[in-house]
């Protein structure tokens, strides 16, 4: 018994040492973000110059040359493009839809739904019929809806504390809605805006997706205040009319680029830790918090590790994918040529949930290396990530999953998200400068802990 | 062995249906302040009609009045008034403050701090010398100090992952700075504004006081960006000038009030649950984080379980205190009724770290009333409350501390708290309506805990 002690107390020693050193890292990776950061001075020139970038358009291609030069500019070991061609959706001239009934016309905020058919100038109008649900639509069937503009407005659930589980339920009606429209005959429909606030009068957009074999029907979301007066008003006139003008159109597929940078590891430097967020944003936000807020963390997660002065074992990549919000054409090109090129990617980590004050990490992958991540809470606890229990990763590096990789998506506080989401509102002014930079720094942590100790 | 298993089974049995009938309970007061949450209106006419409401004001007096009227709306068992004596400072005219060099004279933003006395129309001009803390000002001595305006310009720590610490390290400069630079013969401070944001162009202001025996002299806070640059430009000219001309002035103490409003306990109704916020906050700012939102979340509280129909064992009390900012007047005078109407407060609880996502509840007092609260932490952490390991209360329930209650205080994610504490930005457009709910919710479930299972 006796024998054994003196090794028995080296091993603590060791493990004490390397605790604390551990969390003295870990506190030179925080204490850098809160007293040097800068990825709110990288936000700005993304949101506030560059602005709205749609896969596609100008902003976009601004936006894949803005990321190049400033990971250039911190003298990352490699940035390059990644070719990629992406869907191109335009939304043309401003939308005007209208109630409309036989006392009086009223004017309400609708806008096009990224992926939809335009009407046209001619525009579209029928008599307006409110569901909850697919369900009720295929009790409703084709002789009630036929020639007739649906309305979905099923709320986000606002008692789930959790808001992309309120998102969740409630998506598939944007996403959706139209073809389960269509099958009945519907001529158009109308989405409740995805956001928590009833009193917002400006609508959200986001991705639609026809199904194959039914007719492309045009869709529009309208905010969550004018989809109550909307839904007010045809429970008083069952006659009620609604008229859309829609001009948006999908365009050939356009050429775009993931932009990523690197620091090369020291010792296994075929494998790669990725970071990342996604470069697009929607045509009618600056897209501050979804996701400029993933993409500048991602940059200056890299950043931190250089400026304190770390080496890295592994390779450390920073991604910023294109075309996240209608294709996730980006994501899935990235996998194509890490396959192409016998890349060893060993973690993919992304920021696709804005820039909030942390709250932990979602995971899927490898029980293996999720227990060992979830062994580290203790050393983020001190910075309030407490939440290391849910799966999930991020849209963009969903293909690395499908391939066995860990994926991890950072994982902020929600209230605020939906506020902003899709929205015009989504602006520089949203984001805190501590609360951006306290995701960086968790992720630079994470990426310390994985790189130093790896996930085997 | 055998035969005590039925009894076994049924206390297993009873205690599993009363931790999911908590759970049922705490599910019901989240959702419907989720659902139907009156916080937020609330808010509103107290910051954007009322607005400012510093202790003697008129916006003090109808915010007394605008909480006894909200809460005789909510038809609680009973609404009163506690007269009190408080403090009756006023800024009066806009505050000039600019820097005199050789070159250029250069107007910045300072304000007046609390309680400091005016320089006067005739104003106040010196040599500024900066110092960072109270041991270099007494390295620096009075043959260095004598007749000139002394520059505290330590800034609030931005490594400190709580930013309450951040403030508690810097705070004294504002609050015993004019004294301390008296000592040595200064005719005036200025005085870093409390805040972590370096860009601001607005002062923060904030209570100071005299210290008995030295001479009074002017005190204000200049933002932080002018601080940064007068720091720079002091480093480069050893005499430069600055001069200051304010207005303000202590008049005759004011009458006032703080507003209770309770819902009578069935069992033990001579024993007091308290929650709390303070109802007066700064002259230059509408207050809504500090602390409309902290009165706003107490009265939601009791309305949340009024709403829910649960009727408590003991009085729940809401307290809308006065004076909290620049005298703690309400609180001392909350806790004298106490003890001469013979009341038995057993807990109180305040609200006064903004009504952002809640993180926890902080605790002082009794050893076995914290052990049996941090019991319920796993019945909060389904709504993101972690933290229940902190020491404190609140400023208006230290009183009741000091006679052995139990004080608690609630405890929200602290990272935007500074960017609007005591300045012009602490509207209501920084109060987040879902992160506003959850705080209230929170107390109302606290509350109910207490209620329903006592502290004993």
């Known amino acids: 018994m006796k024998k054994n002690l003196p090794f028995i107390v080296v091993l603590i020693a060791f493990k004490s040492l390397s605790q604390s050193s551990d969390e003295t890292t870990l506190k ?9 950061g800068q990825a709110y001075e990288m936000l700005e020139p993304l949101t506030q110059h560059i602005g709205p970038r749609l896969s596609g358009s100008q902003g976009a291609a601004d936006a894949v040359e803005w990321s190049r030069r400033v990971m250039k500019d911190y003298n990352f070991d490699s940035v390059w493009l990644q070719p990629v061609m992406v869907p191109h959706w335009v939304r043309g001239q401003k939308e005007i839809g209208r109630i409309l009934n036989s006392k009086k016309k009223i004017d309400v905020h609708i806008c096009a739904l990224g992926g939809a058919v335009g009407t046209g100038p001619q525009g ?42 309120a998102y969740g339920g409630a998506v598939n009606q944007r996403s959706s ?50 989809a109550d007066l909307l839904s007010e008003l045809s429970k008083k006139n069952k006659e009620l009319q609604f008229y859309m003008e ?83 054409r980006g994501g899935a090109k990235y996998a194509e040529l890490s396959i192409q090129n016998k890349e060893n990617p060993i973690v993919a980590i992304e920021s696709d949930r804005g820039g909030f004050t942390p709250r932990g990490f979602t ?10 991540i979830k062994n580290w809470k203790y050393l983020f606890e001190p910075y309030g990530l407490t939440d290391f229990e849910q799966e999930g990763g991020g849209t963009d590096i969903e293909p690395l999953f499908d391939r066995g990789v860990l994926v991890i998506g950072y994982l902020p506080d929600s209230q605020r998200y939906f506020d902003f989401h899709h929205a015009p509102t989504d602006t520089l002014d949203k984001v805190n400068r501590r609360e951006l930079e306290l995701g960086a720094a968790s992720m630079a942590a994470l990426i310390f802990l994985i790189d130093h100790y790896g996930l085997q």
Chains 1, 2 share one sequence.
């Open 28 to 36: 030179t990776i925080f204490d850098e973000a809160l007293k040097n």
């Open 124 to 165: 579209a109008t029928g008599r307006v019929i409110e569901v909850k649900n697919f369900k009720e639509l295929a009790e409703l069937g084709v002789e009630n809806i036929q020639g007739k503009i649906i309305f979905f407005n099923r709320p986000m659930d606002p008692t789930e504390i959790n808001t992309f589980d």
């Open 177 to 226: 809605g139209a073809s389960e429209a269509a099958k009945y005959g519907a001529i158009a429909v109308i989405v409740r805006s995805m956001g928590l606030n009833k009193e917002e009068d400006y609508p959200h957009t986001g991705a639609m997706n026809y199904a194959p074999g039914l007719a492309k029907i045009p869709a529009v979301a309208i905010s969550t205040k004018d």
């Open 246 to 328: 829609t001009h948006c159109e999908t365009l050939e597929d356009a050429p775009s680029f993931n932009v990523v940078g690197e620091i090369k590891g020291s010792e296994y430097s075929d494998e790669i830790i990725l970071v990342s967020g996604h470069l697009d944003s929607w045509d009618l936000a600056e897209g501050a918090q979804d996701d400029g807020a993933g993409c500048v963390q991602a940059i200056e997660a890299l950043r931190l590790l250089k400026a304190i002065g770390y080496k890295p074992r592994h390779t450390i990549r920073a991604v910023m994918f294109m075309n996240e919000e209608n294709g996730a």
């Open 363 to 372: 995971m899927s992958g490898p029980e293996n290396a999720k227990a060992k």
